[in-house]
């Protein structure tokens, strides 16, 4: 997979129902038309006070997209400050499903983080440069490709990848000035 397609022509027949359960299954059926390429794992869960769906995929489309997706089936909010979970009733959400927690997970295939470290060379230069094994196994954190002699901000190759990682896509390496 060169560049992630987005398919946002086909509008897909999601099925009415309430709860998590069914919005796991309205949230399948949107990210699978979305981002045919892309395998997703959408899990449901109902524990004491609550429910959750779980969303993982390797590499494909940023979290950002997904969360397009997803968080119309977000059932509301919690506040600390206060310690209130507060609800947001919607015809959509009574129609099609909410959950009162969903959490997005991607992760980075070793290619991938491949295609990263060489935008971001790209970009920065190589001094450092990590490989795809030391940036997965936490060791790019102490290690800089910007010369920080006249008191510039010190961004690690970890801050870098990371920031360049949220951006990205296979196939479209996205840097920018940090």
């Not at 609800?87 to 909410?98: L, R």
């Not at 970890?158 to 920031?163: F, V």
């Amino acid at each position: 997979m060169t560049n992630l397609q987005v398919n946002s022509t086909i509008k897909p027949k999601l099925v009415p129902g309430d709860g998590c359960v069914n919005a796991a299954k309205n949230i399948r059926i949107e990210l699978k038309a979305a981002f045919p390429a892309v395998k997703f794992s959408v899990r449901s869960e109902s524990f004491s006070m609550g429910n959750a769906i779980r969303i993982h995929w390797t590499d494909g489309p940023t979290t950002k997209q997904v969360k397009e997706i997803t968080d119309k089936y977000q059932a509301g909010s919690f506040d600390g400050m206060i310690d209130l979970y507060s609800y947001e009733h919607t015809d959509f959400k009574s129609t099609y499903g909410d959950a009162k927690y969903i959490t997005t997970s991607r992760e980075l295939s070793d290619s991938f983080r491949a295609e990263i470290i060489e935008g971001t060379v790209a970009k920065y230069g190589d001094q450092g440069k990590p490989t795809a094994e030391d940036w997965k196994m936490g060791r790019a954190w102490n290690v800089s490709p910007i010369n920080n002699t006249q008191g510039e901000r010190h961004w690690s190759w970890e801050s870098l990848l990371y920031r360049t990682s949220v951006h990205s896509v296979p196939g479209n390496i996205v840097t920018s000035d940090y």
